[in-house]
């Protein structure tokens, strides 16, 4: 007895293979007890969710062909032909390119077929064609034919399923095909363009993309539409016609119906009022023969498996010794399972991360590589098998485009705890681009600047990246790169070699250089960037600069600043050469200083870091105005007028919804109203009556898009007297009323 209880690896291997056993007995005396009439009642159930979860297949289907018409809809083609009556084929090319791009992701639609009303002409993913040809030569159907669709698209109609049919479909070759295909008309109740869509459905591939594995053997489906038209059916010879009768239909989303053999159950579809129908068995037919059976096997399974449990205890141990030698449990005896699973936990932790190791040097070898192939002092050849090595995507497509992405901080003190890495930034930015286009890979570089790779496998994916890239950046700073501002430059479209790179490289990073410096966009296209342009710096705005600095005439150096940082930016003056005209400016005042700056180190730090990083020309004339107030600051200190753009604004931002009069304001600021006027206008650039309805107006829209008060309401919270002059208002300068423009939003 005592040699037995020194072995507990045997007792413990025993004890677990009983604790098997007893479950499998307790589970299937359970069954036995309930007989196989419960467990229908259980596969009822199963097949009832799993009916559930094909009905929800089929309304995703049925949302995405919604999703797609509506989307054909949106194309900017309205009408395909010119003034004169003759079709615009470059239309026609576009349209066809984008209906591929479309469908290319849904493997059910075997096609999408754009035609517009008195048009012979018929658009689709392939090519275009005749329609009469389309729909007499190769699609060919005997109810089906172009005729019949030229009369069904003049009349009104909801959107129509039609159920699956054979077609006679003619090849390139002129070789003829049989294909069962069904049929999707868009709705022309409420046109939503000039366009009629359909789509032609694959019944194989669709009956593919639809989860049915779940339903139980023998059980079917059949779907009608909300006409109750037949519009698909698993069960060909299911005949429903004294079912459907006996169906009282509520405006439940689903009930049942129970017959001699078989339980109809009905769900309504909440997306668009289809109706499911499943037949299932009724009951199991055999139950008694079936109990028997398995009471013997249950018999049969716990006899054996407690033999079976004697021999794999005295053979599984000195295994499972040598498995807790492995893992580093030592040889004491005892608590073999416990030793087992605190190795594998072990095992485990140090897998992850090891893991984790590998996965960040297989992101620096590959962005060490990639920043090897920018650098222009390398050997790309050499190169070359490293970056098919790593970096095999870059290889998939035909062509690339570097993007240089530049990410800075636009708050004067950023919070520690808000600021994001660069490797958090570096998969922002690449899981935002890769919603867009899949092959790409995103780099840090420097000086926050990373460098997107975009494979490109066809020429107008590039100036479709540059439209994505204009809508990319505003989403990204108002959501997940919130207080970063976010440039980026698009070199222009190379061959997929190494040897491309660092032209590419050098594309982007000169861009930034010679970009225009009042350039408004935040994507800056190389292709289209000014190669040449004019400097307005005169000498003797210059020495006036100077004069003005010694005199301590401040104000007039302003003035000066900003007409020469004006003119430039009407010349179109390149970003590097802005810069360097501003660092220009910034010396010559504080040479005439001289000694008298006790924080002039400190102020030619924080100004050149300013320009270094500015995206645009008001940073940089920003940096200028703020040296020149803190140079003015050192020389005398001047009382804080109430009379300036910073106070004037924030005033109006807080005070618009009061009458804000302009002798009001003017009585604010100390000033009288037709000076106060005069000021304003020269400053702001507009009147104020002009400044303060748009800022009115702005937190109008707000109110109006994000709730639900009155246009009364709105107007009187905006400052407005009354509803008929914020009405006025609204439509002067936005061209529509309040509640049109609610309504848009809405929609």
Same mark, same amino acid.
């Given at each position: 007895?005592?040699?037995?209880? /020194? ?5 413990? !291997? ?10 499998? &007995? ?12 419960? !467990? ?24 995405? @062909? ?14 395909? /032909? ?8 470059? +239309? ?31 658009? *689709? ?24 669709? +030229? ?5 009104? $109609?909801? &959107? ?40 032609? !459905? ?21 779907? %009608? ?5 037949? !519009? ?26 129970? /017959?001699?053999?078989?339980?109809? $159950?009905?769900?309504?579809?909440? &997306? ?17 023969? #079936? ?9 049969? *399974? ?24 492995? %893992?580093?449990?030592?040889? +004491? ?37 990639? %920043? ?28 690339? #485009? ?21 490797? /958090? ?22 000086? @926050? ?19 994505? %890239? ?37 594309? #982007?990073?000169?861009?930034? @250089? ?11 296209? *190389? #292709?289209?960037?000014?190669? =040449? ?41 390149? $970003? ?40 645009? +020309? ?87 898009? =994000? ?10 919270? *905006? ?29």
């Amino acid at each position: 007895m005592k040699r037995l209880f /020194t072995h507990v690896g045997i007792l413990q !291997i025993f004890s677990a293979l009983l604790l098997v056993i007893a479950t499998m &007995f307790v589970s299937n005396y359970y069954v036995y007890q309930n007989s196989i009439s419960s !467990i229908y009642e259980k596969v009822a159930k199963n097949n009832a969710l799993g009916v559930q979860s094909t009905v929800q297949s089929f309304d995703n289907t049925f949302q995405t @062909m919604a999703r797609l018409i509506n989307s054909i809809h949106g194309l900017p083609y309205n009408t395909l /032909t010119e003034d004169d009556g003759r079709i615009d084929m470059e +239309r026609v090319y576009a349209m066809q390119d984008q209906l591929a791009g479309m469908i290319s992701s849904i493997d059910y639609i075997e096609e999408a077929i754009v035609f517009y009303d008195g048009l012979d002409l018929a658009v *689709t993913s392939k090519g275009t064609s005749n329609f009469d040809y389309l729909f007499n030569k190769k699609y060919r159907h005997p109810m089906y034919n172009a005729s019949y669709w +030229r009369t069904y698209s003049s009349n009104k $109609h909801a &959107f129509k399923m039609f159920p699956a049919s054979e077609y006679r479909m003619t090849t390139q070759t002129g070789d003829t095909t049989r294909m069962n295909l069904m049929v999707a008309v868009d709705s022309n109740k409420i046109r939503l363009s000039n366009k009629n869509v359909i789509l032609l !459905i694959n019944e194989a591939a669709y009956l593919k993309a639809i989860n049915m594995k779940f339903m139980i053997p023998g059980a079917s489906l059949i779907v %009608l539409d909300e006409d109750r038209n037949l !519009i698909m059916s698993t069960d060909p010879q299911l005949d429903l016609v004294e079912v459907l009768n006996d169906v009282y239909f509520k405006k439940d989303a689903s009930g049942s119906v129970t /017959t001699e053999n078989y339980e109809y $159950h009905f769900y309504k579809s909440d &997306f668009n009022g289809y109706l499911y129908i499943d037949k299932a068995p009724y009951q199991f037919q055999n139950i008694d023969s #079936v109990a028997k059976a398995n009471q013997n096997i249950m018999l049969i *399974t716990i006899v054996s498996a407690l033999i079976l449990s004697v021999f794999l205890s005295i053979y599984l141990h000195r295994p499972v010794k040598k498995i807790i030698r492995q %893992l580093g449990g030592g040889t +004491r005896r005892g608590n073999d399972f416990r030793k087992i699973l605190s190795g594998i936990v072990k095992l485990q932790t140090e897998n992850e991360t090891y893991r984790n190791e590998q996965k960040f040097a297989d992101s620096e070898v590959r962005r060490g590589i990639f %920043l090897q192939a920018v650098d222009p002092f390398m050997n790309a050849e050499a190169l070359d098998d490293p970056m098919h090595r790593y970096f095999a995507e870059f290889f998939r497509s035909k062509q690339f #485009v570097l993007v240089l992405l530049h990410v800075m901080s636009v708050a004067e003190e950023t919070d520690s705890e808000k600021v994001l890495s660069t490797d /958090t930034l570096t998969d922002h930015l690449q899981a935002g681009l890769r919603l867009e286009l899949p092959n790409v890979n995103v780099f840090y570089d420097k000086d @926050m600047h990373f460098i997107a790779v975009v494979g490109i496998d066809r020429g107008p994916e590039r100036d479709m990246l540059l439209k994505r %890239l204009k809508v990319l950046l505003p989403q990204w700073e108002r959501g997940e790169l919130a207080g970063y501002s976010v440039k980026a430059n698009v070199s222009k479209l190379y061959a997929s070699e190494t040897v491309n790179c660092k032209s590419a490289y050098r594309d #982007v990073s000169s861009g930034l @250089m010679l970009r225009g410096v009042d350039e408004s966009s935040g994507v800056l296209d *190389t #292709v289209n960037i000014m190669q =040449e342009g004019k400097r307005y710096f005169p000498l003797e705005k210059v020495a006036k600069l100077s004069n003005h600095v010694i005199k301590g005439n401040w104000k007039g150096c302003g003035e000066i600043i900003a007409e020469l940082i004006k003119r430039n930016a009407d010349l179109g003056v390149r $970003h590097h050469e802005f810069s360097q005209m501003a660092k220009s400016l910034f010396y010559q005042m504080i040479r005439q200083v001289g000694e008298s700056g006790k924080e002039l180190p400190e102020l030619e730090t924080a100004f050149m870091r300013k320009v270094d990083a500015a995206h645009d +020309r008001q940073a940089i004339e920003k940096a200028l105005l703020d040296v020149v107030d803190r140079l003015a600051a050192q020389s005398r200190p001047e009382p804080v007028s109430k009379l300036n753009p910073a106070f004037i604004s924030q005033y109006i931002e807080l005070h618009y919804m009061e009458n804000l009069y302009l002798d009001q304001i003017a009585e604010v600021t100390g000033t009288s109203s037709k000076y106060f006027s005069n000021y304003f206008k020269k400053t702001f650039g507009v009147n104020y009556v002009e400044y303060l309805n748009k800022v009115r107006l702005t937190y109008a829209r707000e109110l109006l898009k =994000e709730t639900s008060l009155t246009v009364a309401e709105i107007g009187e919270r *905006t400052g407005y007297l009354n509803a008929s002059t914020f009405t006025t208002t609204f439509k002067k300068y936005y061209g529509i009323s309040p509640s049109e423009y609610r309504k848009q939003e809405a929609n």
